[in-house]
Nanobody, 124 residues
């Protein structure tokens, strides 16, 4: 079992930045690929970005490409999502998730463990 705890959300204005963190509980954290997803009010949860266990490969949704950066520090069992140039449409609850197969996948059903989420609100 892997427990994931997100932090770093908040209220910012359009154009500003936030860095989300997701701390994992297990020492084998580097064996899991990690993903970030988000769910806006009234919408389905959607993929944002993912990174392999080693941190060597990443993949982004079109909406995140060029503005968001996913990274990880396996010495701290933590994955990050740096979000720049935020837009009101980025407003959502952001979730991190872990995939024990260490695949680079956008599919929510491929992820085995989920955090509780952190709210990001971007005002115009």
């Amino acid at each position: 079992q892997v427990q994931l705890v997100e932090s770093g959300g908040g209220l910012v204005q359009a154009g500003e930045s936030l860095r989300l963190s997701c701390a994992g509980s297990r020492g084998t954290f580097n064996k899991y690929s990690m993903g970030w997803f988000r769910q806006a009010p009234g919408k389905e949860r959607e993929f944002v970005a993912c990174v392999t266990g080693s941190g060597g490969n990443t993949y982004y949704a079109d909406s995140a490409l060029g503005r968001f950066t996913i990274s990880r520090d396996n010495t701290k069992n933590t994955v990050y999502l740096q979000m720049n140039s935020l837009k009101p449409e980025d407003t959502a609850v952001y979730y991190c998730a872990a995939d024990w197969r260490d695949s680079l996948t956008t599919m929510q059903t491929d992820y085995d463990y989920w955090g509780q989420g952190t709210q990001v609100t971007v005002s115009s």
